[in-house]
């Protein structure tokens, strides 16, 4: 696709940018080969070794970025907002689901069962290990959440729920009836991200550039789903990745390549962030 500019911005002499925050499935990871792109690893490293800082903002927990291993950051926005840590995974900022949201779901999938996964910080579980779940795991690259009563689980805190329902409308139920302190967001169909009402990668980024002292005028966002909206309006440049929805690249900045076809890496160039 050709890249789309709305912004008018196409330098940092227009627009300087201090801090960047990139999602990791379909942003920094290829869906195709689950790597990220060389270009893109140099592109950080250029940056960072410039000054810029860099940051990832994802729906996934620390536990699940060994894909990012050989990448350095100065830190990462987790479970969607979340828990952010520093680069040295000093927490930040934390925000769990309220013990009584968990509950109430608990008590709901006695006589209404589905399956769902709970993100701790000490790994992610599971009620069932259903087909869709394995997917969801196979698609990303990760290995499928441990089976664990829900009653156990919720013991320790939950900093996010992936409810693997197809249909919006039973979701939606499930949110006012349910778990009535609590959003969700899709970057897939198979399922939905939970998150705490408030709990973003836009919130994310606040409490990420309050931490650095940085201001949201110089920082620039990319992403590609549902879940990336937040951020990508929020920051002062928000990148779409080729790959996004519509409903993605109709509120974006600038629209990109795909992340197989070297998107970020192009977009920093556009922005004349690299030589």
């Not at 290829?30 to 994802?58: D, N, W, Y």
């Not at 990319?222 to 519509?246: C, E, L, R, T």
């Amino acid at each position: 696709m050709r890249p789309v500019c709305k912004t008018g911005f196409m330098s940092v002499e227009k627009k300087k940018i201090e801090s960047l925050f990139f999602d990791i499935d379909g942003t920094l990871v290829s869906f195709k080969t689950h790597q990220v792109p060389e270009s893109t690893k140099r592109a950080i490293r250029e940056l960072r070794a410039k000054g810029v800082k860099v940051f990832v903002a994802t729906g996934r927990m620390l536990s699940m970025l060994e894909v990012l291993s050989d990448i350095e950051f100065d830190g990462f926005i987790t479970y969607n907002g979340g828990c952010c840590v520093d680069g040295n995974l000093n927490e930040i900022f934390s925000h769990p689901i309220p013990v009584g949201q968990l509950k109430a779901l608990e008590e709901h999938l006695k006589s209404d069962h589905f399956p769902v996964s709970y993100m701790r910080k000490d790994g992610m579980y599971v009620n069932e290990l259903a087909q869709i779940v394995r997917n969801v795991a196979e698609h990303v690259n990760v290995e499928p959440p441990i089976v664990m009563e829900p009653s156990e689980v919720i013991k320790e805190p939950v900093y996010q729920l992936c409810i693997y329902l197809e249909d919006d409308e039973k979701l939606q139920q499930i949110l006012k009836g349910v778990l009535t302190d609590c959003i969700s967001n899709r970057w897939i169909s198979w399922f939905a991200d939970v998150n705490v009402k408030g709990v973003t990668k836009q919130l994310g980024i606040d409490k990420i550039l309050e931490h650095f002292g940085l201001p949201l005028e110089t920082s620039m966002a990319f992403g590609d789903a549902g879940n990336d909206i937040p951020m990508i309006k929020h920051a002062a440049v928000g990148v779409a990745m080729g790959n996004s929805s519509d409903q993605v690249k109709q509120i974006a900045d600038y629209v990109t390549e795909s992340v197989d076809d070297d998107g970020v890496y192009k977009a920093l160039q556009h922005f004349g962030l690299l030589q």
